[in-house]
């Protein structure tokens, strides 16, 4: 893996890239990284998980059900109603040194030209080029959000409401990606007031809701897994493991 290059006029002197045409460089990614901000419309359109990632939790969406295949994205195109702003910011990325955040082009993403004749990142007066500032701007705004998301999982991990998606679930789904997370609604449930207070006051407590509310959005998975095969065979029918009589899928958060 090659070291991520620095985006300043200084580091990316003489170095040019040519911007993603299309959505294609994220086929293979099952999961794409989401921020708290995006959970009202991405909840509603697919299901979403924490998964650890060394020692920190991660928000994604569930975009697949084996790695390697994104069911969102055909032919470079996205199939779904809400697109999840990591795509429109790749190959570029935030590091955090200490209090600061350093913006990173991912150069082992293919799109950097090694004989110049991409585009500049900066102009000749130093500045962005227009498709190099637009994504720094929304990496901003998210970075932000990011921040944020990461002391919400924080709270919830402290909580030890997390739990791993039902074994139930993927049985039925067929799904061959391991540690996908959810919220454990008895535990949120049964916490007392001072730590349910800690999960308001982090913010944490409307991605709680939100991650067990997107798994019947696994339904649409199933229904893309036909229309855009990889490998893997959707199930038939998915209606028995959401039926009315489940209580293991009912979640009452008010209780």
């Known amino acids: 893996m090659s070291t991520p290059l620095v985006l300043s006029p200084k580091e990316c002197q003489g170095k040019t890239w040519h911007p993603p045409v299309d959505l294609a460089f994220a086929t293979h990614q099952a999961l794409l990284p989401l921020h708290a901000g995006e959970l009202a419309k991405a909840a509603a359109t697919m299901p979403i998980a924490l998964v650890k990632e060394g020692r920190e939790w991660r928000l994604v969406g569930v975009c697949g059900l084996e790695t390697g295949h994104n069911l969102f994205i055909k032919k470079g195109k996205w199939l779904g109603n809400y697109r999840p702003a990591?795509?429109?910011?790749?190959?570029?990325?935030?590091?955090?040194v200490g209090e600061k955040g350093i913006v990173t082009?991912?150069?082992?993403?293919g799109l950097e030209d090694p004989h110049g004749a991409g585009e500049p990142f900066f102009d000749n007066a130093g500045q962005m080029r227009e498709a190099v500032a637009t994504r720094v701007e929304a990496l901003k705004t998210h970075h932000r959000k990011h921040q944020a998301t990461h002391k919400a999982l924080k709270a919830l991990a402290k909580a030890k409401?997390?739990?791993?998606?039902?074994?139930?679930l993927s049985s039925q789904l067929g799904l061959a990606i391991d540690g996908l997370h959810m919220i454990d609604e008895r535990a949120l449930s049964q916490l007392d007031d001072e730590a349910f207070l800690a999960l308001r006051k982090s913010q944490a407590l409307p991605i709680a809701y939100a991650l067990n509310l997107s798994i019947p959005q696994t339904h649409l998975l199933a229904?893309?897994?036909?229309?855009n095969p990889a490998s893997h065979a959707a199930p038939d029918n998915l209606d028995e493991l959401f039926g009315e009589g489940d209580d293991e899928f009912v979640f009452n958060f008010d209780s």
């Open 105 to 109: 082009f991912d150069r082992d993403s």
């Open 161 to 168: 409401v997390i739990t791993p998606w039902p074994e139930a």
């Open 86 to 96: 990591w795509l429109s910011t790749w190959p570029f990325a935030v590091v955090a």
């Open 223 to 227: 229904r893309l897994a036909r229309l």
